[in-house]
């Protein structure tokens, strides 16, 4: 899908993330993302790919700034990340839901409380204290975690579920923000094949729901080519790749990760 | 032909760092030995007044307990619960600002270390005096350096804890907006709870013992029955205190290693 | 959207076993304050006497240095005295004491000991050292000695009931007399611990060596009464400074020890 600039229309916009010349170096001259350039209007499920240390993490986590990228702009639903601070900030980001690799549960909370974390952006700290969410939150928390098949787990401690379930918690929280954008970092690398397969679709399912963009990072490229409207190919900290699936030949993998031992 | 294989436990700078250490020690202790004053005939008059006060020790006069024992008992116990729970308040906001993960102002971390340094650096003894020159003699002088005490103590182990805490569930709640009450709330006391009531415990058991003897300084507690007995010289009755600290100090540890196992 | 009427269902258990220990807190403390006859003007009547008691403490006057420093010294020789003596006394008393090595006519005297060491807090011991031995150093040394003998045989004896017997059982197999055991399936294992333990203790002796003078075993502790009790306070002030810095140090040190033999 090429790049379709839709800024003069509003609802286009909030669905959004431009992404402009993103640069990021931890260390001085030693640029890990060398200029980061795309852009993402209205739902769609966009699949990064690329090597490991190549910049996949760094970028999802410069655009809601949980790294702060050196330079380039950033625009997601309308907003400049890179111009915002504090409390606005956080406003921003609470429009964003990520989905991590590793999870990142509270362990020793309830499924529910888990998925209503996702909820505290907007919800005052004495509410989040003594737990008197309000009831719709409540109930949005009830049906997201029936939707993703944990009905039964409501009240379980979070580290009582398996890694497939506790993904699903994890995107459960991610929706329960109303994202604008939904991003997940390797969401499927800590799990099994079948249960990858699994949380593929319903990332795929929430993301046509709430009509919104999915970003995704991912390293399976069956995977990616499976699920994937469009797959962004990353290699030394530049794009080297944009376009469908189809379009994704032998070359381009050889490209983006080097050597051929590994293509099937 | 064999090789010849060269293997040391130590590389020589380890062995030298060792070596620095045990020669330190032993120059430590000989310099200590020559330049401390001891009093030979107090040494060699020594078994003698140990027998001398064994003997006055026995037997134990337990009609004293009614009347002055038994009062006191309780408030010792009184000061040290109640020091604790003082502590309690006082070190979590202080741990709070020690741990580096949550409190990125080295200015604030350095000035909170050294309020804990402070305050496990000068002995409990030292504070109940402080505090009899401030308060007067009795309970209120025991309990505030009871707490002030127990500050550094339960404020490192906390710092410590928090600092060791899963960075992932704070990652995801960053993530999702949330304001840093809430943070604090959801993200770090879930995982620092078991060991902030283990702490408790652990120093509430410490502080029995340290709240039976700040007495002899006037600040209240048991330690006043003993300091009175000492200087009328009944060491019948001295006896008879000191079994009742043995007790109180036993009792507690048991109730604490029952809690323990319940709990934690 | 379901049907289904979502919300009967009560997503947060209360926790009553939470609620009811705060709530006990909550009700021991208010009980606790009047027991102990804390109140209000006796607290705001301190924090004016406090107020004032402050500014009398400061600047600190170091002028009897040499008094302060003869007594620091002191202070230091009777902890590593201590610390060295105490260490070595309770090597074989946290062995005699671990249950999975010794017989219970062995351990449980040991254990004993270790107990009594525990239980009583130094100053007690120094009072009744001073009582046998007379006041000075003397007195210090051996009430830090029985202290850290409580503190390290204890955890020494949980190491060694932690330990795995395998080592020992080889061992035995093949015929070594009991101390060789001892040394080759035993200390390996719990040397590390026993090394923590010891730095541990010298700084825990560091800090009492500062207060067991109070009752005349010696020690900067004495200074530090006489002067309270004279008023002295600015002098008062110094004392403390020199002891927290002292122990500050003797930290550091402490942390760098333990650093080289954690390599």
Known sequence: MTNQNNNGNGEATLRSLLIKDVVKEYVAGKPVLKGISFDVIGRSTVAIIGPSGTGKSTLLRCINRLIEPTAGEIVVAGHDMTKLSGKELRKARHYIGMVFQEFNLVERLSVIENVLCGKLGSTPVWRAWLRKYPQEDINRAFELIEKVGLGDFVTARADSLSGGQRQRVGIARAVMQNPHVIMADEPTSSLDPKTSVEIMELLNEFSAVQDVPLLINIHDVNLAKRFADRIIGMSEGHVVFDGTPDELQTSHLTEIYGGEDWLA | ?264 | ?263
């Open chain 2, 1 to 264: 032909m064999t090789k010849q294989y060269e293997w040391e436990r130590f590389t020589p700078a380890q062995r030298m760092g060792r070596f620095i250490i045990y020669l330190g020690a032993v120059m430590a202790l000989v310099l200590s030995l020559r330049t401390v004053e001891v009093i030979p005939e107090f040494l060699y008059d020594a078994p003698e007044q140990i027998v001398d006060l064994f003997t006055r020790m026995w037997p134990v006069d337990t009609a004293y307990y009614a009347e002055g024992v038994h009062s006191a008992l309780i408030e010792t116990l009184n000061i040290a619960s109640l020091g604790t729970v003082l502590a309690l308040f006082m070190a979590f906001p202080v741990g709070l600002m020690a741990a580096n993960n949550i409190t990125k102002i080295p200015v604030l971390n350095w000035f909170a270390k050294f309020i804990l340094v402070s305050s496990r650096s000068v002995n409990s003894l030292v504070w109940a005096i402080l505090f009899v020159a401030i308060f007067g003699p009795g309970a209120l002088a025991g309990t505030v350096a009871i707490g002030f005490r127990s500050i550094g103590f339960c404020g490192k182990l906390l710092a410590e804890a928090l600092e060791e805490c899963d960075p992932g569930p704070i990652e995801a709640l960053k993530a999702a907006g949330a304001p840093w009450p809430s943070i604090i709330l959801k993200g770090y006391w879930p995982q620092v709870a078991p060991a902030f009531w283990g702490i408790t415990l652990f120093r509430w058991d410490i502080n029995v013992r340290e709240s039976s003897v700040i007495g002899l300084v006037g600040a209240g507690g048991i330690g006043v029955a003993l300091d009175t007995s000492l200087n009328l010289f009944n060491w019948d009755q001295v006896s008879l205190i000191l079994l009742c600290i043995f007790a109180i100090v036993i009792a507690a540890e048991i109730f604490v290693t029952k809690v323990r196992e319940k709990i934690i």
């Open chain 3, 1 to 263: 959207m379901t049907a289904r009427s979502v919300n009967t269902r009560r997503p947060f258990k209360p926790n009553w076993l939470a609620r009811f220990g705060w709530l006990l807190i909550l009700v021991y403390a208010t009980y606790a304050i009047s027991a102990l006859d804390i109140s209000w003007p006796r607290f705001v009547a301190g924090l004016g006497n406090g107020a004032k008691f402050i500014g009398e403490l400061f600047p600190p006057n170091f002028e009897r240095w040499k008094l302060l420093v003869e007594n620091l010294l002191e202070t230091v020789e009777i902890a590593v005295i201590a610390s060295a003596f105490g260490v070595l006394f309770s090597l074989p008393i946290g062995l005699l004491a671990a249950r999975n090595l010794m017989p219970p006519w062995a351990s449980w005297p040991a254990r004993a000991v270790i107990c009594v060491c525990r239980s009583f807090h130094p100053v007690i011991f120094a009072i009744l050292f001073v009582k046998a031995v007379g006041f000075g150093p003397m007195a210090g040394i051996l009430t830090l000695i029985f202290a850290s003998i409580g503190f390290i045989g204890k955890l020494f004896a949980e190491a060694i009931e932690e330990i795995s017997l395998k080592p020992v059982e080889a061992c035995k197999a093949a015929g070594a007399p009991f101390m060789s055991v001892l040394i080759y399936a035993v200390m390996p294992q719990v040397l590390n611990r026993f090394i923590g333990f010891a730095t541990y203790q010298f700084d825990a002796n560091m800090r009492n060596s500062t207060m067991v003078g109070i009752v005349g075993a010696g020690g900067i502790g004495g200074t530090l009464f006489a002067a309270f009790q004279r008023y002295d306070y600015d002098f008062l002030c110094a004392i403390l400074l020199s002891i927290i810095g002292l122990i500050m140090i003797s930290e550091f040190l402490a942390v760098r020890i333990k650093r080289v033999f954690n390599d």
